[in-house]
Nanobody
Framework: QVQLVESGGGLVQAGDSLRLSCAAS????????MGWFRQAPGKERELVAA????????YYADSVKGRFTLSRDNAKNTVYLQMNSLKPEDTAVYLC????????????WGQGTQVTVSS
């Protein structure tokens, strides 16, 4: 089992930056692919960014490419999502998730952290 706890959300203005953190416990994340999802009211959950267990490959949704950067620190058992040039449409609950190895599904989820971007 992997427990995930997100932090770093808040209320910011358009153009500001935030860094979200996802701290894992229970097991080391070095063998886990990690992802950041977001869910806005009335919208489906969206995969925003993901990184493979090896760190060798990353994915970003088109809507955040060039603005968001996902990184992982296996020694700290933590992944980060640096979000720059935030837009009101980035407003959502951001959730961290983990999947073992090359598994197709994310099996472990955090509770989420709210990000609100005002115009």
């Amino acid at each position: 089992q992997v427990q995930l706890v997100e932090s770093g959300g808040g209320l910011v203005q358009a153009g500001d930056s935030l860094r979200l953190s996802c701290a894992a416990s229970g097991r080391g994340i070095s063998n886990y692919g990690m992802g950041w999802f977001r869910q806005a009211p009335g919208k489906e959950r969206e995969l925003v960014a993901a990184i493979s267990w090896s760190g060798g490959s990353t994915y970003y949704a088109d809507s955040v490419k060039g603005r968001f950067t996902l990184s992982r620190d296996n020694a700290k058992n933590t992944v980060y999502l640096q979000m720059n040039s935030l837009k009101p449409e980035d407003t959502a609950v951001y959730l961290c998730a983990a999947r073992y190895g090359s598994s197709r599904s994310y099996d472990f989820w955090g509770q989420g952290t709210q990000v609100t971007v005002s115009s």
